[in-house]
């Protein structure tokens, strides 16, 4: 029981460390991070601005997650009411949202920087963005989704639900792609510049296929550290 009730203490104490560390951390990109790729125009200033990055679409989300879960943490702890709606949107957020895309903002962006930085993270940007910000934005991003969820129960939805949630999301990031290309008149990662309409459909065919499985590590993972979700078959059998 005192295990219990110290690591409920611990996980309230992790939710303020990182939403401070994320505020902090948009405060230096909005302030400080002025410029992205050398263009004449800065990157911010142009079509769709900063949110057309999926990095900072999905540092964003993880700031508004963990705001939201100090909120929830006072009104439980301090208001000592029951915050039990805004829970279950956390939780549906964190496994059919969160997770998967910063696996897929992780895994993508450092696989091709292995094979060619120039095509997503030009030798340029080392003077214009610190290293211990470029890991915050695309190596800690996970492990700190698995601490989260290690440390707090996190119920996972029907994996139909979850799955139509994720790759929901995949599209309307998509579409906002091809918007920027077509509206814009340029690539937002630059890469993407140089593929042929067939390699970009593979692309994308690629990264939903590894969305999906992500999904399903995500969901494993919370299994060895909760036990396996039960079913509305399972509970039926059990009443």
Not at 95 to 115: E, R, T
Not at 122 to 132: E, M, N
Not at 207 to 231: D, K, Q, S
């Amino acid at each position: 029981m005192a295990a219990t009730e110290a690591k409920e203490v611990l996980g309230k104490v992790w939710h303020f460390v990182l939403f401070g560390l994320c505020l902090f951390v948009q405060y230096y990109d909005v302030l400080y991070v002025n410029d992205v790729y050398g263009s004449p125009v800065p990157f911010k200033l142009t079509f769709g601005g900063r949110w057309k990055l999926l990095t900072v679409l999905n540092f964003m989300a993880h700031t508004v997650f963990f705001s939201s879960c100090v909120l929830a943490d006072f009104i439980e702890g301090v208001l000592g009411k029951k915050a039990a709606g805004l829970r279950k949107v956390q939780d549906y957020v964190l496994v059919s949202i969160l997770f998967p895309m910063s696996m897929i903002v992780m895994v993508v962006f450092w696989g091709i920087y292995a094979v060619d930085r120039e095509l997503i993270f030009p030798a340029s940007l080392d003077h214009v963005i610190p290293p211990w910000i470029n890991h915050v934005w695309h190596t800690t991003i996970v492990p700190v989704l698995l601490l989260e969820m290690y440390m707090v129960h996190h119920k996972y939805p029907s994996r139909r639900a979850g799955l139509t949630g994720a790759i929901t999301l995949g599209l309307v990031y998509l579409t906002w792609i091809l918007i920027v290309a077509k509206v814009g008149g340029f690539w937002v990662y630059p890469f993407m510049a140089v593929m042929t309409g067939f390699q970009f459909v593979l692309f994308c065919c690629f990264t939903a296929a590894i969305g999906c499985v992500f999904y399903l590590m995500g969901e494993l993972c919370n299994n060895v550290f909760w036990g396996p979700r039960e079913t509305p078959r399972k509970q039926k059998k059990r009443a």
